[in-house]
T-cell receptor, first 115, second 117 residues
């Protein structure tokens, strides 16, 4: 039972164009949604997040959109740069046992930005 | 400010053996969470340690156990290793147990790659 789904394993985009990464979820109890970026041989790095009570959050070239009725979020990168090439994980947080917050991750989307 | 460091970086073990993975949390952080990332999957929550006690656990059997020390560093122990335990094990630290909700202040290490043969 996968609560966070990233249905596109890979995405190729030309440098300077928009990259759109998609994510779907099933659990209505998630309170925050996050995007992490991961390079080979490194741990995931936090990129941007959005509260479940908002529908858009922007940080420089990165914008996350949340559609709660569709249980769908997307990450837009504009303009895309070759250094953005990495695996992007969508994650969602919820209060777990004993007051801890747990992250539930999707399987990731490998973004390749072509110069 | 030092980040999260994990050791060893790579490890090969035989089925049935036991393994201990180590994590030093980022300076000033008192909470450590462990995640397992199997090949082609996203990281999966194992458990979290706060004030030297387990504080939340994912869907992992009891042979996965941990410790947190007074200096906030942590160990992940896995007994009776199985082939499916082969994965990248990630440690993440934060200042408080409820920080990850917003994403900020939640720092991952580079992980330990465990191979069980």
């Amino acid at each position: 039972d996968q609560q966070v789904k990233q249905n596109s394993p890979s995405l190729s985009v030309q440098e300077g164009r928009i990259s759109i990464l998609n994510c779907d979820y099933t659990n209505s109890m998630f309170d925050y949604f996050l995007w992490y970026k991961k390079y080979p041989a490194e741990g995931p790095t936090f990129l941007i997040s959005i509260s479940s009570i908002k529908d858009k959050n922007e940080d420089g070239r990165f914008t996350v959109f949340l559609n709660k009725s569709a249980k769908h979020l997307s990450l837009h990168i504009v303009p895309s740069q070759p250094g953005d090439s990495a695996v992007y994980f969508c994650a969602a947080s919820a209060l777990g046992g004993a007051g801890s917050y747990q992250l539930t991750f999707g399987k990731g989307t490998k973004l390749s930005v072509i110069p | 400010e030092t980040g999260v460091t994990q050791s060893p970086t790579h490890l090969i073990k035989t089925r049935g053996q036991q393994v201990t993975l180590r994590c030093s949390s980022q300076s000033g952080h008192n909470t450590v969470s462990w995640y397992q990332q199997a090949l082609g999957q996203g990281p999966q929550f194992i458990f979290q340690y706060y004030r030297e006690e387990e504080n939340g656990r994912g869907n992992f059997p009891p042979r996965f156990s941990g410790l947190q020390f007074p200096n906030y560093s942590s160990e992940l122990n896995v007994n009776a290793l199985e082939l499916d335990d082969s994965a990248l094990y990630l440690c993440a630290s934060s200042l408080r147990r409820n920080v990850p909700s917003g994403g900020h202040g939640y720092t991952f290490g580079s992980g330990t790659r465990l191979t069980v043969v």
